[in-house]
């Protein structure tokens, strides 16, 4: 059984720094491609970030520059460094793991960024 955990959000002032982590278990994680996806109130769920098995990587064009997605396979976690943010990243943040075209999705974690 799959299950990916995050970590890392909370509270932070625009321009500050954040790392978020997603932990994974139940899969051979070397293999799977891996996403981060925020969810901002009344809006769509969008994504921010993937890297796939071989480390390609994928950014939407409102965090290039800021974010950086890194995985370490030793540790089956994915991370997402969140530098100058601003308020408009506020949003809950998640983790998705895919696995041969089948998705999963973590909790959340929620990251609010103040003025």
């Known amino acids: 059984q799959v299950q990916l955990v995050e970590s890392g959000g909370g509270l932070v002032q625009a321009g500050g720094s954040l790392r978020l982590s997603c932990a994974a278990s139940g899969t051979i994680f070397s293999r799977n491609a891996m996403g981060w996806y925020r969810q901002a109130p009344g809006k769509q769920r969008e994504l921010v970030a993937d890297?796939?098995?071989?480390?390609?990587?994928i950014y939407a064009d409102s965090v290039k520059g800021r974010f950086t997605i890194s995985r370490d396979n030793a540790k089956n976690t994915v991370y997402l460094q969140m530098n100058s943010l601003k308020p408009e990243d506020t949003a809950v943040y998640y983790c998705?793991?895919?696995?041969?075209?089948?998705?999963?999705w973590g909790q959340g974690t929620e990251v609010t960024v103040s003025s």
């Open positions: 890297i796939s098995s071989g480390g390609r990587t």
């Open positions: 998705r793991l895919s696995d041969y075209g089948v998705g999963y």
